[in-house]
């Protein structure tokens, strides 16, 4: 009769493990680590690459912006040394005789030529973003006004721009040259009610 090693209580054989199965433990174990450090790999170039998206956006919009200011802004040097020539053109014009009909025909012809060369130099400064600050009658406002002097007028309430000296212009909203003004004082004070008037 066959004796059966597990019969009577003796101890069954403990499985040893052949050098075939360390292998394969020590083989699974380096790719475990392996595949870790794949993984951490991973991760850490999809942070890089979604930073390096971010970046990219970033300087994207930031060029945006900038292309967007030039193109407001640009021309803001220029059309400050144009404003001179606009100002010349009106000081032309305010130095004539009250009365156009009194002078000769020629003459008359070059005061037309220079009202319609002034008009068309404002317009075009207009198309481009530069506009005239309305300042006579309003109330002084420091950020669009420079006040050159103050003019004694108990008619008109105190801080009012009586007198525009040099006309002010904006590009595109932007402040290019403050208007300069002369400011009442000596009338009433200011309401709101009249400010909202203006």
Same mark, same amino acid.
């Given at each position: ?71 407001? #802004?640009?021309?803001?040097? #220029? ?64 950020? #669009? ?54």
């Amino acid at each position: 009769m066959a004796s059966d090693p597990t019969a009577g209580g003796a101890p069954a054989e403990m499985p040893v493990e052949s050098a075939e199965d360390l292998d394969i433990q020590a083989h699974l174990s380096g790719l475990e680590r392996r595949l870790e450090q794949l993984q951490a790999e991973n991760a850490e170039l999809q942070d890089k690459h979604l930073r390096a998206v971010a970046e990219a956006q970033n300087i994207r919009r930031r060029a945006q912006q900038d292309i967007e200011k030039e193109r407001k #802004f640009g021309i803001e040097r #220029f059309a400050r040394d144009v404003l001179s020539v606009a100002d010349n053109l009106g000081r032309a014009l305010s130095a004539m005789p009250g009365d156009l009909d009194e002078l000769d025909p020629a003459l008359r012809n070059v005061v037309a030529g220079v009202q319609a060369t002034e008009r068309e130099l404002l317009s075009v400064l207009e198309r481009h973003g530069v506009t005239r600050i309305e300042a006579l009658g309003k109330p002084f406002n420091a950020e #669009f006004h420079q006040a050159m002097m103050e003019i004694e007028d108990p008619s008109v309430p105190s801080g009012t721009v009586v007198q525009e000296l040099i006309p002010g212009y904006l590009i595109a909203g932007r402040l290019l040259r403050a208007a300069m003004v002369a400011v009442s004082r000596g009338g009433p004070a200011r309401t709101a009610k009249a400010d909202n008037e203006n």
